[in-house]
């Protein structure tokens, strides 16, 4: 749910704009009141639940913690990563990310722990894995969930005894890696159903940090919104003074199943669109939103990641490749919105394909 300069490809800049008040058609842009800490002069949104997720990551910044961030897909959770690095002690050292759902289970071993030249068929190089990258530094682990179950009794002894060997080698290395980890799924769950292991999900949960989705945040919009203009009017040479009332009360309304991510692309084609000065709406692509409704009084992540999925494969009308499916609504790859879908249980209607 933050957005921040690691949104932009100025993320090395500290000075951001804040917003105007909610439905005010007033100047966009009023500077951001200044503090001593750069994190905090980095953030775009700062009201409601979200001061006290701030309030948790300075506290374990400055700690060794093992970090667990969990969300829906789009609300932040890279963002928060590097901003607990960013404030640590480890600062001056490498941040270095990995997608463990980006590649099968024999690759990943290697872009973890590295292998040796001849290890298997094609290791023609000796390889540098990630964690010998992350020393004395962090390490981000997205997408933990999807970590292969044959592969976390590795990842738990390096996280336990910081050490490791690389893909066919005898030598172990020492390493000192603070690790960050995050997923949209629900772990609990995929303890119970023994999809992952109990032990490393403790070991992973020592400071777990949830991040709300947009939805539940609509004061928030409004900043996110005004941030996002002024960033895509500068980088497209435009001049966009005003958000109208109207406009503004529509994008709160809006429930943004995408969340920050479907938000600044929203955006974006709105300022290619503008004119004279004025942010124009982007047209809806092909229907309005698709309310989230919840199945029970407390629904579980995985329902809410369920419902979010249901709801943009019903506006892409079933499409699930291209840039206007499913999968890029939601941005994700093709072959990852197939898998979760399997796993949730989520089949096409029979008259709709799923190309």
């Known amino acids: 749910m933050i957005a921040v300069a690691e949104y932009t490809s100025e ?5 951001l704009r804040a917003a105007a008040l ?3 058609e007033k100047p966009l842009v009023r500077k951001t009141e200044r503090t001593n800490s750069t994190f905090l002069e980095t953030i775009v949104g700062r009201t409601g639940g979200l001061r006290s997720i701030l309030a948790q990551v300075e506290a374990v910044a400055h700690t060794n913690a093992t970090v667990l961030i969990t969300g829906e897909t789009g609300t932040g959770k890279e963002v928060i990563a590097r901003a607990i690095h960013e ?13 463990c759902a980006a590649m099968p289970a024999g690759l990943l071993e290697s872009e973890l722990f590295g292998h040796e030249r001849g290890a298997f068929t094609g290791a023609v190089t000796t390889h540098v894995g990630r964690f010998a990258l992350a020393d004395r530094g962090t390490l981000f682990l997205d997408e933990i969930g999807d970590m292969p179950l044959e592969l976390q009794p590795k990842l738990l002894r390096v996280l336990q005894e910081r050490e490791f060997e690389a893909v066919g080698s005898t030598r172990t290395t020492k390493v000192d890696v603070r690790a960050v980890a995050a997923t949209n799924r629900d772990l609990r769950q995929m303890v119970l159903s023994r999809e992952f ?19 539940d945040r609509k004061r928030d919009i409004p900043e996110f919104v005004r941030y996002f203009v002024e960033h895509f009017a500068s980088s497209m040479d435009k001049t966009i003074d005003t958000i109208p009332e109207d406009t503004m009360r529509s994008l709160v ?16 084609r709105g300022v290619i669109l503008s004119n004279d000065g004025v942010f124009e709406p982007a047209p809806p692509e092909e229907s309005e939103p698709v309310p989230v409704e919840t199945s029970t009084a407390n629904p579980t992540l995985e329902d809410k990641i369920r419902q979010e999925i249901l709801a943009e494969c019903q506006r ?31 089949t096409p209607p029979t008259d709709h394909s799923q190309d």
């Open 197 to 215: 292991r109990e032990d490393l999900y403790y070991r992973l949960n020592m400071f777990p940090i949830y991040l709300p989705p947009l939805r």
């Open 316 to 346: 892409a009308n079933w499409k699930l490749g291209g840039p206007r499916g499913a999968a890029a609504r939601l941005g994700l790859k093709r072959t990852t919105l197939f898998y979760k879908m399997k796993r949730l249980g989520i």
């Open 11 to 15: 993320a090395s800049e500290n000075t």
């Open 22 to 24: 909610y439905g005010a």
């Open 253 to 268: 309304r809006h429930s943004w199943p995408g969340n920050i991510r479907e938000l600044q692309n929203y955006v974006a």
């Open 87 to 99: 404030l640590s002690p480890r600062r001056g050292r490498n941040l270095v990310k990995l997608n």
